[in-house]
């Protein structure tokens, strides 16, 4: 039996079944069949546990051939292709549509020094303390912080802090931004498999996020102390790209990185007492439902206004 994926949609303010692309595939691997068990037994360590199936994967969504692609995609998934900043005609791959960039208006980014926002589009759950999160993402032995970082940092300071999930999935703009103004170090590389980001996947193994290829960049901020954003890829990503400079000045809302083809999350860890995260978020995540949120959007605010 197929596996819903419900979400709250933050624009909509109502709850909506997610449209999963690629479903027989994720449900062919991390279902719960004796058919998934065996596929899930074969084929998931050579899809996952090397770079070449997702190298060429991009291969393939960046030749031409791929371009044909792009509208039944957009007429399926219902993609809003006024918000582009280019017409849909000059893309000549289906990677260079997947990574498109979106005019200024089409994500206003919330105003305020004091008020971190969404960093991309995505589903989200939060969690006001790592220490004690009830959940299937972050609990006990499950969700490692110090894993997660790897050997670049040290995890200590957000143990009490907020965490903040995003999963990106294919049908999303896929572009990142910074939560706040902050002053970035060089993202880090940390290598590791690339397993789906799914619901699915998450449920069965819910260590995923800590173990797939990902980057951390630590974000120094006057707001919120410091902050370590992770970029985390997910099987069929060509790669993650990173767009900005370090150690130069970015405001709220100016572009980061993106991703190349695939679905994806991003995670941001807050330091204790410095993030007031957003009544909405925190409800829908207390009920161990993603929410639908937008770049831009509001995130929380700084606890320390002085």
Do not use: W
């Not at 829908?284 to 929380?300: A, D, F, M, T």
């Amino acid at each position: 039996m197929s596996q819903e994926i419900i979400v709250f949609d933050r624009v909509q303010q109502k709850t909506i079944k997610e449209v999963i692309y690629g479903r027989f595939f994720v449900e062919l691997l991390y279902g719960k069949s004796l058919i998934s068990f065996f596929f899930r037994l074969i084929l998931l360590p050579v899809l996952t546990c090397g770079p070449l199936f997702s190298r060429l994967y991009g291969l393939f969504q960046s030749s031409r051939l791929s371009r044909y692609k792009i509208a039944p995609f957009i007429k399926k998934f219902h993609i809003n292709t006024q918000e582009f900043l280019h017409p849909v005609h000059s893309f000549t791959s289906f990677n260079e549509f997947f990574i498109r960039k979106l005019k200024p208006a089409a994500r206003p980014i919330t105003p305020g020094n004091h008020i971190a926002i969404l960093p991309a589009d995505g589903r989200y759950l939060v969690y006001p303390n790592a220490e004690q999160a009830d959940g299937f993402v972050v609990k006990g032995k499950k969700f490692s912080l110090q894993e997660l970082l790897g050997s670049t940092t040290s995890a200590a300071p957000y143990q009490k802090g907020a965490v903040i999930i995003a999963r990106l999935c294919p049908t999303d703009y896929h572009r990142f931004h910074f939560p706040c103004d902050c002053l970035p170090s060089e993202a880090i590389p940390i290598l590791g498999p690339l397993h789906s980001v799914n619901p699915m996947a998450i449920t069965r193994n819910p260590s995923l996020l800590s173990q797939n290829k990902r980057s951390v960049t630590l974000l120094q901020t006057r707001a919120f102390g410091q902050i370590a954003f992770i970029e985390i890829g997910a099987i069929c990503v060509g790669a993650i790209h990173q767009t900005y400079q370090p150690f130069q000045p970015y405001h709220k809302g100016e572009e980061k990185g993106f991703f190349s083809f695939g679905g994806s999350s991003l995670i941001a860890l807050f330091e204790e007492d410095t993030l007031e995260l957003e009544k909405d978020l925190i409800l829908h995540s207390s009920q161990h439902r993603e929410i639908l949120g937008l770049l831009g959007q509001p995130l929380g605010c700084a606890k320390n206004r002085s």
